[in-house]
């Protein structure tokens, strides 16, 4: 990818899932963190609090990690699954009164949004609509994907998530080591 297509990219994300996975990721790390360094150490209770913490910025940052990008193709990030779609094999993009947002492929398959999941406040926002109106206009634009490329999927990655989840499991196995 050359420096021109970096400055087309777009990313759509509800500004609440920023703050967030920010706020969950500073308020369970310092408890995971906390828990390990100034808990006594009689047993591996403070550790599963650890493994506790640690996991739940891995759920956090999964979830709320949600996105569409806009480059020169559609990436739809869920928190496991990352669909790639090209333009051109956009039939729909939708979003229904509760605030979901969905795109149909060509081959008939649905693609739901995490990052534009049903929201109550939604209703009276519109950010689902509003993404769907960018990603409409950037299929109208027309362009973007090369012949040849068709719709796949990837796992999604998260780093900070992934990283929270190795702690995670480091944390279990050390308490159960020590002894709970």
């Known amino acids: ?6 400055s087309d ?3 759509l994300r509800r500004k609440s899932f920023r703050a967030l996975s920010w706020g969950f990721t500073l308020l369970f790390a310092a408890g995971g963190f906390a828990a390990m360094a100034f808990v006594p150490r009689d047993g591996g209770g403070p550790l599963i609090g650890s493994a506790a913490c640690f996991g739940m910025v891995a759920l956090a ?19 496991l699954v990352t669909h790639h779609v090209p ?17 149909v492929t060509s081959s008939g398959r649905f693609i739901y949004s995490t990052g534009f999941g049903g929201s109550l406040i939604d209703h009276y926002v519109g950010t689902a609509d509003r993404a769907a109106e960018r990603i409409n206009a950037r299929r109208r634009r ?20 992934d990283t929270c989840s190795v702690l995670a499991v480091l944390c279990a196995i050390s ?4 002894g709970v």
Not at 1 to 6: L, R, S, V
Not at 61 to 79: A, C, D, M, T, W
């Open 1 to 6: 990818m050359n420096p021109a297509d970096k």
């Open 175 to 178: 308490a159960a080591v020590v």
């Open 142 to 161: 027309g362009g973007g994907s090369k012949a040849g490329v068709h719709e796949r999927r990837a796992l999604t990655r998260a780093w900070v998530a």
């Open 61 to 79: 940052r999964r979830i709320f990690g949600s996105s569409i990008v806009l480059g020169e193709q559609l990436k739809v990030v869920n928190p």
């Open 9 to 11: 990219t777009e990313v």
């Open 87 to 103: 333009y051109r094999d956009i039939r729909e993009v939708a979003s229904n009164s509760r605030g979901t947002l969905t795109v």
